[in-house]
Nanobody, 119 residues
Framework: QVQLVESGGGLVQAGGSLTLSCTAS????????MGWYRQAPGDQLVASIT?????NYADFVKGRFSISRDNIKNTVYLQMNSLKPEDTAVYYC???????????????WGKGSLVNVSS
């Protein structure tokens, strides 16, 4: 049973920092891309990272956020610096993973973690 669990959200003042983490567990053959979306209110891709460590970012977070992953732990991180009130959103972790070698990857999603940036 595959599960993605996020942690690290919460309240922070503008200009502050938070780090989100998301761990995938269960019966997983492999994980391709991992990343983060946020809903504020529409879905926006924040950052993604390949299994080889190639990252890409939305323009609105470049220079402020950093994505990384630990392939041993099946964990992806999002370090968020210089947070702005407009970053307030529910952040959702995703992983494109294969349950077996016989099937293509599909996206799995966490339940979301609220980041609330106060002015």
């Amino acid at each position: 049973q595959v599960q993605l669990v996020e942690s690290g959200g919460g309240l922070v003042q503008a200009g502050g920092s938070l780090t989100l983490s998301c761990t995938a567990s269960g019966s997983i053959f492999s994980i391709n891309d991992m990343g983060w979306y946020r809903q504020a209110p529409g879905d926006q891709l924040v950052a993604s990272i390949t299994s080889g460590g190639i990252a890409n970012y939305a323009d609105f977070v470049k220079g402020r956020f950093s994505i990384s992953r630990d392939n041993i732990k099946n964990t992806v991180y999002l370090q968020m610096n210089s947070l702005k009130p407009e970053d307030t959103a529910v952040y959702y972790c995703y992983a494109a993973l294969r349950l077996t070698r016989a099937v293509p990857p599909v996206d799995w999603w966490g339940k979301g973690s609220l980041v609330n940036v106060s002015s």
